[in-house]
C-alpha cells in the first residue's frame, strides 16, 4: 500500500465499488451503490450534529447571476478562474450569464437578506447538501481533486454581532470535531495564514489528515466572514437600539474528501476497513457449505441475520452457492465489513457462530443468544483498533523542526507535517513556502508552540508554523 498508494487507493475505490470515474466528463465520476450507502452513512453524522445544534437544511439554486458574483470583489477574484460559465439557453444568448455555483455566499447572502428584518430574525443557521463545480485545473483525483464536487456540505450562519459570529465558529470546529471523531479520523486543527484563507474571510480554521504516502488532505474548513459579504450585498438588520447593521457572518464545509479519508487513512493491503457507524454493511454472515447440509445451514445464517436486524445491525447472508466461502471473505474483506460471521455444521449444531473482526481478523466462538452483546463488545474492539491506528499514524507524522534544512529533510524522507519556529511575519511565511515548495497550514488553534528563531529572519519566534505536502 505505502508502496504504490495512488494506485492502491484507485484500485479500491473501484474494486470496492465506491465510485467510477470512466464518466467522460474528466474530474466527475459516479457514486455506485455501495459508495452511496457509505456516503448516505456518513453524511447521516453530519446531518445529526447540525440539526441538534439548530441549523437548518434547506437547498439552494445551483446557477449564479455573474453580476451576483462579481459583488464580492476578493472572492470573485478567487473564483473567475475556477468557475463554469453557461453563456446560452437553448439558441439565445443569455443577458446575464450565469456561473455554476463554486460555493454559495453569493447565492445563500442575498436570500437571507430577504429573510432578515431585525435582530429578532437572528442568529440564523442554515446548511445544504448538494454538488459545487470548479475547474480543476491541476490533475484530477477521484474523490480528492474532482471538478463536480458532489457531497459539498456548507453551512452558513449569521448573526448580529461578531461576539456570536466568532462564538459560533467555536462552535463548528466543536461540531467538526465530533464528525472526525465519529469516523475514527484524526486530524489537525490549523489556522490558515492571511495569504491562504478562503476567499472573503477574515480569518479561516481547517482540518488536515495526513495520508499513508505522507501528503495531507484538507478534511474541513471553518471561516469567519466578518460583514464582507454582507456589505457587499447590502445585508443589514435592524438592532435593539433601532439602527441598521450590517450581518456578521460565518460558513463551514466538508466535501467528497471526507470519503476519501475513510478509505485512505483507515485501510490496509486487503482493502477497505470501515467504522461500524458508516459501513453500509456491518455484518455479513457466511454459511460454510457442507455436503448435505447446504439448506440447514443457509437457514441457520437468515435466522442469525434476522436476530441482527431487530437490534438495527446492517447484516446480510452471504449464500451464494456458485462462489466459495474464501473468495466470500476475499470479497467482504476488500468492502471493508467490520465483522464476519461464519455458520459451519459444528457451530450450528452448537448454536454458535465464529466471528472475526476486519481490523485484526481474529475469531471468537459466540452463543447466537448472546449475540447482541458479542457484537457490541466486537464493534467497540473494532473502533477501538481502527482509532489508535489512525491516531498513531498522525501523531508519528507531526514533526519539528527548528531550520529549513532539517524541516525539508523530514517532509521528503518521512512526509506529514512539519512545525517550525516563525516570526509571524508573512514574507517570512510565503519564502518558507517557495524555499520548500511545500504548502503553509497555518498555526496551530490549541495555541502550541516550537520556541526558537525564525528559521527565514531569524528573529524571535512568536508562532508555530505547519508544513506539508498537500493534495
Known amino acids: 500500500m505505502l508502496s504504490d498508494f495512488s494506485e492502491w487507493f484507485h484500485q479500491t475505490l473501484d474494486r470496492a465499488g465506491i465510485v467510477d470515474y470512466r464518466y467522460p466528463v474528466k474530474g466527475c465520476g459516479v457514486w455506485l451503490a455501495y459508495g452511496m450507502k457509505l456516503r448516505n452513512n456518513t453524511l447521516g453524522l453530519m446531518r445529526l450534529l447540525l440539526d441538534d445544534s439548530g441549523h437548518e437544511e434547506m437547498l439552494f439554486p445551483t446557477f449564479v447571476p455573474q453580476d451576483l458574483l462579481a459583488m464580492e470583489a476578493t472572492h470573485v477574484k478567487s473564483f473567475e478562474g475556477e468557475a463554469y460559465w453557461i453563456t446560452h439557453g437553448g439558441y439565445n444568448l443569455l443577458d446575464v450569464r450565469l456561473a455554476l455555483r463554486p460555493t454559495s455566499e ?6 437571507v437578506k430577504l429573510w432578515t428584518r431585525s435582530h429578532a430574525d437572528l442568529p440564523r443557521k442554515i446548511y445544504q447538501i448538494g454538488s459545487i463545480f470548479r475547474y480543476e485545473t491541476k490533475a484530477t483525483k477521484p474523490l480528492i481533486r474532482v471538478r463536480e464536487v458532489s457531497t459539498f456540505k456548507e453551512a452558513h450562519t449569521f448573526h448580529a454581532t461578531h461576539e456570536d459570529a466568532d462564538a459560533q465558529v467555536k462552535i463548528a470546529i466543536s461540531i467538526y470535531t465530533k464528525f472526525f471523531d465519529e469516523l475514527l479520523l484524526p486530524y489537525s486543527v490549523s489556522a490558515r495564514p492571511a495569504w491562504d484563507r478562503f476567499a472573503g474571510a477574515i480569518n479561516s480554521v481547517a482540518f488536515d489528515t495526513v495520508f499513508p504516502d505522507g501528503k495531507i488532505l484538507q478534511i474541513g474548513t471553518v471561516h469567519d466572514l466578518g460583514q464582507n459579504f454582507s456589505k457587499a450585498f447590502d445585508a443589514t438588520f435592524e438592532t435593539k437600539e433601532g439602527t441598521r447593521e450590517y450581518l456578521w457572518q460565518t460558513s463551514y464545509g466538508i466535501s467528497e474528501r471526507v470519503i476519501a479519508a475513510l478509505v485512505a487513512v483507515h485501510g490496509d493491503d ?4 470501515l467504522p461500524p457507524k458508516v459501513a453500509p454493511i456491518q455484518v455479513v454472515v457466511v454459511p460454510v457449505p ?21 437490534i438495527g445491525i446492517r447484516a446480510i447472508v452471504d449464500d451464494r452457492p456458485a462462489i466459495t466461502p474464501g473468495s466470500k471473505y476475499y470479497e467482504w474483506e476488500l468492502k471493508g465489513v467490520p465483522l464476519r460471521m461464519e455458520i459451519g455444521p459444528r457451530e450450528a449444531e452448537k448454536g454458535e457462530v465464529t466471528l472475526v473482526t476486519r481490523t485484526a481478523r481474529k475469531k471468537l466462538q459466540v452463543k447466537i443468544e448472546s449475540l447482541p452483546a458479542s457484537v457490541k463488545e466486537a464493534f467497540e474492539s473494532i473502533e477501538r483498533e481502527i482509532k489508535e491506528n489512525a491516531w498513531t499514524w498522525q501523531r508519528s507524522h507531526l514533526h519539528q523542526a527548528q531550520d529549513l534544512d532539517k524541516a525539508k529533510k523530514l517532509i521528503e524522507t ?22 520548500l515548495d511545500v504548502r503553509v497550514l497555518g498555526t496551530p488553534v490549541d495555541g502550541s508552540q516550537v520556541s526558537g528563531k525564525c528559521v527565514i529572519c531569524k528573529g524571535e519566534a512568536k508562532e508555530t508554523l505547519r508544513l506539508a505536502k498537500a493534495y
Open 414 to 435: 518521512d512526509g506529514g507535517i512539519v512545525e517550525v519556529p516563525w516570526c509571524g511575519n508573512g514574507d517570512c511565511g510565503t519564502k518558507i513556502e517557495e524555499a
Open 106 to 111: 453569493a447565492i445563500i447572502t442575498p436570500m
Open 270 to 273: 486487503h482493502g477497505l476497513i
Open 290 to 310: 457442507f455436503k448435505g447440509k447446504e439448506d440447514m445451514l443457509n437457514e441457520a445464517g437468515k435466522k442469525v441475520q434476522k436476530e441482527l436486524l431487530s
